[in-house]
C-alpha cells in the first residue's frame, strides 16, 4: 500500500506473471471509498492494506467498478451486501446481457458523487469498454482512470464494445481536467502537473494513430 496524497491509497499490481488492476481506496473522516476490487482470487492485494491500517472490507462505505472487465469487477463478490457496490448506469446496462444475475446498489451517470466528505466527479469515458467511468476528485486534483488511459500507453479497442474512436475523444476530454495525480487501472500512477499533460499529450500523439 502506498499514501499517494491526502485522502487516497494506492494498491499498484507489480507482479508479471498474472493479470490484476491496481485498487485504490480513499479515506476520509471515517468515510472509505474502493476503487476497483480487481479479481476475487487475487484480493489479498488490497486486503493486506487495508488490515495494516487497522480496517478491513467491511469499513469500505462504497466499491465503485470504473468498467465491467473481470480483472476489476470480480472482486465486489467478496463484499456480500456488506458495502454499497456501483459502476456506470450504460456499463451495467452491458453486463446485464451477459451477466443477468449481477446486481449494484448505485448506478452512475456524469455527475457528483458524494460519500461523506469525500466529492468526487463522475466522467463518462467509453472507448475501452462501452461505457466505463473515471473518478476525478477535484479537491485533490486526482483522476482515476481505470483503463482508458496509463503511464504511457491507453487501454485496448479489440476487446467486445471497445471503440478506438470514443476512446480518443475520452482521453482527450480528461486532458482538459486540472490533474496531479493520474491514478490508473494497470502500471504506476503519473505524479505531477507537467508529467500528467506530457503523459496525455505522448500518448495522443504516438497511441491515437493505432486506433
Known amino acids: 500500500m502506498e499514501k499517494i496524497a491526502d485522502d487516497i491509497y494506492a494498491f499498484i499490481w507489480h507482479s508479471y506473471r498474472e493479470n490484476n488492476c491496481n485498487t485504490y481506496l480513499l479515506d476520509r473522516d471515517g468515510y472509505r471509498i474502493l476503487i476497483d476490487p480487481g479479481y476475487y482470487h487475487l484480493s489479498q492485494h488490497w486486503e493486506e492494506g487495508l488490515h495494516k491500517r487497522g480496517l478491513s472490507r467491511r469499513d469500505i462505505n462504497l466499491v465503485v467498478v470504473t468498467h465491467a472487465h473481470p480483472d476489476h469487477l470480480e472482486g465486489v463478490a467478496l463484499f456480500d451486501g456488506q458495502s454499497k457496490v456501483a459502476i ?22 456524469d455527475g457528483e458523487l458524494k460519500v461523506g466528505n469525500i466529492a468526487l466527479k463522475v466522467i463518462e469515458t467509453p472507448g475501452h469498454s462501452p461505457a466505463s467511468i473515471c473518478l476525478y476528485y477535484p479537491e485533490r486534483k486526482a483522476l482515476f482512470t481505470g483503463d482508458v488511459i496509463f503511464r504511457a500507453g491507453l487501454g485496448r479497442t ?16 480528461l486532458s482538459h481536467l486540472d490533474v496531479e495525480y493520474l491514478l490508473p487501472g494497470h502500471g504506476e500512477p503519473v505524479i505531477g502537473k507537467k508529467e500528467v499533460a506530457k503523459n496525455f499529450e505522448e500518448v495522443a500523439h504516438y497511441w491515437f494513430q493505432f486506433i
Open 88 to 109: 456506470g448506469e450504460g456499463e451495467y446496462t452491458w453486463l446485464k446481457k451477459w451477466a443477468p444475475s449481477f446486481e449494484v446498489d448505485l448506478l452512475l451517470r
Open 158 to 173: 479489440d476487446l467486445p464494445g471497445g471503440d478506438g474512436g470514443k476512446l480518443k475523444e475520452s482521453i482527450r476530454k
